[in-house]
């Protein structure tokens, strides 16, 4: 078998759309411009990307982007200063603090101190809880772009085996909470885990998020299974020159393609879906903060 290859890249371009006209119709239906605002400490060269990029998109959407570069000494004083006039900003409907932050910064503290409804991650304690509860929340991005794919891709999700290889805040947990809320049998595993290959053989859909390059082999799929791959991991390609890099994900791309029923690349899978949802995520924040 060869997969079906999942364009996400194709799947994001199609939800931007959505969200762009959904802010047309706020902006000349009630003068309402959703506002977007990114913090970024210090100098991390990916996150970096990820801002501008986050940015640039925001803007594309036809809504207001706002970027705080911080130094990477600024105080945990200052930094929730920041937040706190952002959470009172009636022109800001969604924050984003780019994880990770700099050591010296109590990062549980900073993520709780953005107002819940302005969440736009889905990071703060109380959208934890709504989505562990199965209440209305905001939905950590990239799980809930793994979870659009997914349920285009299948239709319904209810019932199949679910193993999402991860237990990070950010991704395995969430992702695992919203399978189990669409009715999927859900197993988390991790580093930890024993006879791991055994446990993704079981598996209708597996999703990697363990952040280690091409961990997940071939010949763990079940054959048919859905594959899809959250990680991003620069590795050195002396083959494409001196000094070049390739982006490979968690899972084994080629061997696991061969198995597969349907597989994200990496890139063009899971990355582009993750701002889609945060440009969607910002809508509906707006939406909801305008009655
Ligand atoms: N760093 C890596 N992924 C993310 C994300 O989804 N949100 C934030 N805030 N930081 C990140």
Redesign the pocket.
Known sequence: MTATVIDGKEFAAKVRAQVATHVTRLKTDHGITPGLAVVLVGEDPA?QV?VRSKGKMTVEVGMKSVEHKLDVQTSESDLLALIDQLNKDPEIHGI?????LPKHLNEELVVNSVDPAKDV?G?HISNVGLLGTGQKSMV???PLGCLMMLRDHHGSISGMNAVVIGRSN?VGKPMAQLLLNDSATVTIAHSRTKDLADVVRRADIVVAAVGRPEMVLGDWIKPGATVIDVGINRLDAPEKGEGKTKLVGDAHYESCAAVAGAITPVPGGVGPM?IACLLANTVTACCRANG
Do not use: E, N
């Open positions: 996150s990820y984003l603090v780019q994880l990770p991650d990071f950590p991005c990239t950010i993750t």
